[in-house]
């Protein structure tokens, strides 16, 4: 759970991550190269995908304001089954609590404040 920012960053439990926060149902990651939103691909996550069972959906931080992800990046997790969900990222940080909290299936990344 993501318990507060700090500067541009996140911080869980008392570790920050200051560049951006990979999250699934059991790690949470630093996203120390992650892109912009506009060149944002499903290789910038990593394994984040990759999680067994499938995510239902990728809650997606776009930072400090919403902005669309581009639609080649959406259409390729769609195959996938993996819906994408944007927000700015500190909405997304909030929605992660309430989602695992109601033992949603989902991961998440959130770019910088």
Same mark, same amino acid.
């Given at each position: 759970?993501? =318990? /507060?920012?700090? /500067? @541009? /960053?996140? @911080?869980?439990?008392?570790?920050?991550?200051?560049?951006?926060?990979?999250?699934?149902?059991? @790690?949470?990651?630093?996203?120390t190269d992650a892109p912009t939103i506009d060149a944002l691909t499903p !290789?910038?996550?990593?394994?984040?995908?990759?999680? =067994?069972? =499938?995510?239902?959906?990728?809650?997606?931080? =776009?930072?400090?304001?919403?902005?669309?992800?581009?639609?080649?990046?959406?259409?390729?997790?769609? !195959? @996938?089954?993996?819906?994408?969900?944007?927000?700015?990222?500190?909405?997304?940080?909030?929605?992660? /609590?309430v989602l695992r909290a109601e033992e949603r299936w989902i991961v998440a990344?959130?770019?910088?404040?």
């Amino acid at each position: 759970m993501v =318990t /507060g920012f700090q /500067g @541009r /960053g996140f @911080r869980v439990r008392d570790d920050v991550f200051p560049d951006g926060l990979l999250l699934s149902p059991v @790690r949470a990651l630093a996203w120390t190269d992650a892109p912009t939103i506009d060149a944002l691909t499903p !290789q910038s996550l990593g394994d984040l995908l990759d999680a =067994t069972p =499938t995510p239902e959906f990728l809650l997606l931080g =776009t930072g400090a304001g919403l902005r669309q992800p581009p639609r080649p990046f959406v259409r390729a997790l769609e !195959q @996938r089954g993996i819906g994408v969900e944007a927000m700015d990222s500190r909405a997304a940080a909030r929605a992660w /609590g309430v989602l695992r909290a109601e033992e949603r299936w989902i991961v998440a990344a959130l770019l910088p404040l």
